[in-house]
């Protein structure tokens, strides 16, 4: 009775994230670009070194801006760290290893497994990193741990470990007046932000506790004020705008798909005697009419 009917299931895998259009690049000049980028952000720092006084100056404002609008005080973030010997370490270890690593990490995850992800991210990390260096040197900024009016603890130096050395003169590889904007801050939340649009989990929003716990370390541990925070969005935000977000597949209504694929109706011929067979009883009929 069922014979020659078949029937079946096609398990449907969810995929990790949107697809996009966009090809992987080549691996060599990814890798030769993302160095370029980093080296000239690396030593166009170096350019702002020299302007202590402005950096202070500086400073004195932004501390003055962040009291006239009411924003809580760095302070009451270092108390929370400054409980436990343990606890600023750990922060303290954070703002020195996990910055550089987890963007590095992003950018090769995107490249393997998202592409057109990969691709937008790094031309935002890039911009942003640029409009970062500008302000960097037409703004020289002292972190709060250097100004006497914060009454903060330089918890790198007193706990360790550090990434700084103990006075800006003495630092020839980092530029100690970089404070605005916070690239921590400002990466971090690129990072959350191309894993959200890369994936569709339904955890993929626990990526902003990355930012989240960045922004903590980097106001308690005295190296960056809130504003440079505030200062990083606003970048991320304007860059995000100008780079166009990836173009996705368009795919077909899984019905419809289906539909196109399922095979023709056969129609099946009659045989010409099984034909003759059927008919056979109309002369029978005519005779009993007569």
Not at 94 to 110: E, N
Not at 246 to 272: D, F, H, Y
Request: net charge positive.
């Amino acid at each position: 009775m069922f014979a020659g009917i078949t029937t079946g299931t096609r398990r449907q895998t969810r995929p990790a994230g949107p697809e996009t259009t966009a090809s992987r690049p080549p691996l060599v000049r990814e890798l030769l670009l993302v160095t370029a980028l980093f080296l000239v952000y690396k030593f166009g720092r170096q350019l702002a070194n020299g302007h202590e006084a402005r950096a202070f100056d500086n400073a004195d404002r932004v501390w003055s801006w962040e009291r006239a609008l009411h924003l809580p005080g760095e302070g009451s973030v270092q108390h929370l760290l400054l409980h436990g010997d343990t606890l600023v370490k750990a922060a303290n270890t954070f703002y020195a290893t996990v910055h550089f690593p987890a963007t590095v990490a992003f950018l090769v995850y995107l490249y393997l497994r998202r592409p057109g992800h990969y691709l937008r991210s790094r031309r935002v990390l890039a911009g942003l990193t640029a409009a970062a260096l500008v302000l960097h040197i037409t703004v020289p900024l002292a972190p709060p741990r250097m100004l006497t009016t914060a009454g903060l603890v330089d918890t790198a130096q007193v706990y360790g470990p550090s990434v700084y050395a103990a006075t800006p003169d003495n630092d020839a590889m980092a530029n100690q007046f970089a404070a605005m904007p916070s690239l921590h801050f400002g990466w971090a939340l690129m990072v959350a932000i191309g894993l959200i649009m890369a994936t569709r989990s339904h955890w993929r929003w626990l990526w902003l506790l990355h930012p989240a716990l960045t922004l903590l370390v980097v106001v308690g541990t005295a190296n960056h004020y809130w504003l440079d925070a505030v200062v990083a969005t606003a970048l991320l935000a304007a860059v995000l705008y100008f780079v166009p977000a990836p173009k996705r597949l368009t795919r077909l209504p899984a019905a419809s798909k289906a539909a196109r694929q399922a095979p023709a109706p056969q129609q099946t011929a009659v045989p010409e005697p099984a034909l003759a067979s059927q008919q056979a009883p109309a002369p029978q009929l005519s005779e009993a009419v007569r």
